[in-house]
């Protein structure tokens, strides 16, 4: 341990507070991206993938303190959907606000407190993030996986008859949390998997997710509402043949987010969907980097990103589709798209794609734009009132992206908590 850490420099100083774990079934892949972390260092605004968005308080070695969510805000995400509530406060599982971890087809057990015999999880922890440090690098998610000491593990075995509900709770305002996840998902096995809630001041996630032959996976998540949050996610995933993975992000307000989401598609006809709807004003940065990778045949992959933004607001979407030599009828799509509510807000895209088959057909596209006049007019001229026609054609712009949602009662949930945002914000 002490040959691997920096004994100076920002890199020391960032990790200088966080406690290692050297035994236990984990410790080998934290070793190991220990000496990832090490021989990439921090990231900074040199590095192509972070022009467009500042490392800097993830950098720092402590967070900056971020208010928690006002009183103002209204219902926690979900809180009508039947499921099990997994409560994390501050980055610390919180048994008495949980519910018992037992659930048919499903195994649930937690990162900090998992014996040795849980051989599944210890092929998958840090697995699929050392995979998707090539060819970018993401310290961040290599700082997680060496140094995170809580989150769940989850195996499902068969459908699960509800959705497991992560629910982070943001009480301390200097909170700097870190969790990683592992989920399997088993052939012809199926998920849900539900996220909400602030977190922390400062949060960094990791999740894999490994969806066996078949098997299905559902990821929905609602990041915020609170106002100071600073967030840098990583979601990794392999999807194998025939197999579906979905996730779904909605983000409300915060300071700073990256979320990152890195997909492999390595079995034939697998399917893989990623979207995500942003809303934010001010001093609200969001950022979506996004890369897919095609290796079987016959895949189809998605990436739906829109964001809305006002009163200076930023938005960024970086996002790849890469075609591997022999994937042929790969069916791949993405679109990125902001609607400006004013000329002060920003968007920057950077859209890519990379195919070595001939016989694909992948596609992209980004826009940005304002409120579209004529539909404003046609709602007006009806009697609808300015800022509710304006909110009609927001959900409608934000309607492409929440149709990736299967679930129609979550899918409504989200529709829900956009509307709810839209009317704190008229005025």
Same mark, same amino acid.
């Given at each position: 341990?002490?040959?691997?850490?920096?004994?100076?420099?920002?890199?020391?100083?960032?990790?200088?507070?966080?406690?290692f774990?050297?035994e236990g079934?984990?410790a080998?892949a934290?070793?190991?991206?220990?000496?990832?972390?090490s021989?990439?260092?921090?990231?900074?605004r040199?590095?192509e993938y972070w022009?467009y968005t500042?490392p800097a308080s993830f950098?720092?070695?402590d967070?900056?303190?971020?208010?928690t969510a006002?009183?103002?805000?209204?219902?926690?995400?979900f809180e009508?959907i039947?499921?099990?509530r997994?409560?994390?406060?501050?980055?610390?599982?919180?048994?008495?606000?949980?519910?018992?971890?037992?659930?048919?087809h499903?195994e649930?057990g937690l990162?900090g407190?998992a014996?040795?015999d849980?051989?599944?999880?210890r092929d998958?922890?840090?697995?699929?993030?050392?995979?998707g440090?090539?060819?970018?690098k993401r310290?961040?998610?290599? *700082?997680?996986t060496?140094? @995170?000491?809580e989150? %769940?593990?989850?195996? =499902?075995? +068969?459908?699960?008859?509800?959705p497991?509900a992560?629910?982070y709770?943001?009480?301390?305002?200097t909170?700097?949390?870190m969790l990683?996840?592992?989920?399997?998902?088993e052939?012809g096995?199926?998920?849900?998997?539900?996220?909400?809630?602030?977190?922390?001041?400062?949060f960094t996630k990791?999740?894999?997710?490994?969806?066996a032959?078949?098997?299905?996976?559902?990821?929905?998540r609602?990041?915020g509402?609170?106002?100071?949050r600073?967030?840098?996610t990583h979601?990794f995933?392999?999807?194998?043949?025939?197999a579906?993975?979905k996730?779904?992000t909605l983000?409300?307000?915060?300071?700073m987010?990256?979320n990152?989401?890195?997909?492999? *598609?390595v079995g034939?006809? @697998?399917v893989?969907? %990623?979207?995500?709807? =942003?809303? +934010?004003d001010g001093?609200?940065?969001h950022?979506d980097?996004v890369?897919?990778?095609h290796?079987g045949?016959?895949?189809e992959?998605?990436?739906?990103f829109k964001?809305?933004?006002?009163n200076?607001?930023?938005?960024?979407f970086?996002?790849?589709i890469l075609v591997?030599p022999?994937a042929q009828k790969?069916?791949?799509?993405q679109?990125?798209?902001?609607?400006l509510?004013?000329e002060?807000?920003?968007?920057?895209?950077?859209?890519?794609?990379?195919i070595?088959?001939d016989?694909?057909k992948?596609?992209h596209?980004s826009t940005?734009?304002?409120?579209?006049?004529?539909?404003?007019?046609y709602?007006?001229s009806r009697?609808v009132?300015?800022k509710?026609a304006?909110?009609l054609?927001v959900?409608a712009?934000?309607a492409e992206?929440i149709?990736?949602?299967?679930?129609?009662?979550i899918?409504?949930d989200?529709?829900l908590?956009?509307?709810?945002?839209?009317a704190?914000?008229?005025?």
């Amino acid at each position: 341990m002490a040959d691997a850490l920096p004994k100076e420099g920002p890199l020391a100083a960032r990790i200088a507070g966080l406690g290692f774990a050297n035994e236990g079934w984990q410790a080998p892949a934290r070793f190991d991206a220990l000496s990832r972390l090490s021989a990439m260092g921090l990231p900074g605004r040199r590095d192509e993938y972070w022009r467009y968005t500042d490392p800097a308080s993830f950098n720092a070695p402590d967070p900056l303190p971020a208010t928690t969510a006002g009183e103002d805000e209204d219902v926690l995400p979900f809180e009508a959907i039947d499921r099990l509530r997994i409560v994390f406060v501050d980055g610390v599982f919180d048994a008495e606000a949980s519910d018992p971890l037992a659930l048919d087809h499903v195994e649930i057990g937690l990162l900090g407190r998992a014996h040795s015999d849980i051989h599944w999880a210890r092929d998958l922890y840090g697995v699929l993030e050392a995979r998707g440090q090539v060819p970018v690098k993401r310290p961040f998610a290599a *700082l997680n996986t060496a140094f @995170a000491s809580e989150g %769940v593990l989850i195996r =499902a075995t +068969g459908t699960a008859p509800k959705p497991v509900a992560l629910v982070y709770i943001h009480r301390s305002e200097t909170s700097d949390a870190m969790l990683h996840h592992c989920i399997r998902v088993e052939a012809g096995a199926e998920l849900t998997l539900l996220e909400s809630g602030p977190a922390a001041a400062r949060f960094t996630k990791v999740m894999e997710v490994d969806v066996a032959e078949g098997g299905r996976f559902h990821h929905i998540r609602a990041q915020g509402p609170d106002h100071d949050r600073r967030a840098a996610t990583h979601l990794f995933a392999r999807v194998a043949s025939k197999a579906l993975f979905k996730s779904f992000t909605l983000t409300a307000n915060g300071v700073m987010t990256r979320n990152e989401a890195v997909l492999e *598609l390595v079995g034939d006809d @697998a399917v893989a969907h %990623v979207a995500g709807a =942003a809303v +934010g004003d001010g001093k609200f940065h969001h950022d979506d980097t996004v890369f897919i990778t095609h290796e079987g045949q016959c895949c189809e992959s998605r990436q739906v990103f829109k964001k809305v933004l006002k009163n200076g607001a930023t938005g960024v979407f970086q996002g790849k589709i890469l075609v591997k030599p022999g994937a042929q009828k790969t069916d791949g799509y993405q679109i990125s798209q902001s609607l400006l509510l004013d000329e002060d807000s920003v968007f920057l895209a950077k859209p890519e794609l990379e195919i070595y088959a001939d016989d694909v057909k992948c596609s992209h596209g980004s826009t940005s734009g304002a409120i579209d006049e004529t539909g404003l007019f046609y709602l007006r001229s009806r009697g609808v009132p300015l800022k509710a026609a304006q909110a009609l054609l927001v959900l409608a712009f934000l309607a492409e992206a929440i149709q990736e949602i299967e679930n129609e009662e979550i899918a409504e949930d989200i529709r829900l908590r956009l509307e709810s945002w839209l009317a704190r914000h008229e005025h």
